[in-house]
């Protein structure tokens, strides 16, 4: 069992930056594959980046390539996600989840996690 808790939300105008973390419980985190999804409002969750269990192979959306940057920390138990040149369109709810397959990173798939945390609000103004 993963329990899964997001921070770093909030308001930033178009242009800026803001790091979200997300903080894991329990020792097997390194064991996970990690990724983050967002929800607009009206929208189907999407894929946004995931990590692999080492951190050194990562994927992302076309939508955030270039812009986002996922990151993890084993030895803290948790994974980042850096937002740079933030757009109104990356208003979302952002998650993080965690997943034991390998297709958790290569397809983005969410029903390839097992856990997820309750998300974090990020809002960019125009």
């Known amino acids: 069992q993963v329990q899964l808790v997001e921070s770093g939300g909030g308001l930033v105008q178009a242009g800026g930056s803001l790091r979200l973390s997300c903080a894991a419980s329990g020792r097997t985190f390194r064991t996970y594959y990690m990724g983050w999804f967002r929800q607009a409002p009206g929208k189907e969750r999407e894929f946004v980046a995931a990590s692999s269990r080492s951190g050194l192979t990562t994927y992302y959306a076309d939508s955030v390539k270039g812009r986002f940057t996922i990151s993890r920390d084993n030895t803290k138990n948790t994974v980042y996600l850096q937002m740079n040149s933030l757009k109104p369109e990356d208003t979302a709810l952002y998650y993080c989840?965690?997943?034991?397959?390998?297709?958790?990173?290569?397809?983005?798939?969410?029903?390839?996690?097992?856990?997820w945390g309750q998300g974090t609000q990020v809002t960019v103004s125009s």
């Open positions: 989840a965690a997943g034991s397959s390998s297709r958790a990173v290569t397809t983005g798939s969410s029903w390839e996690y097992d856990y």
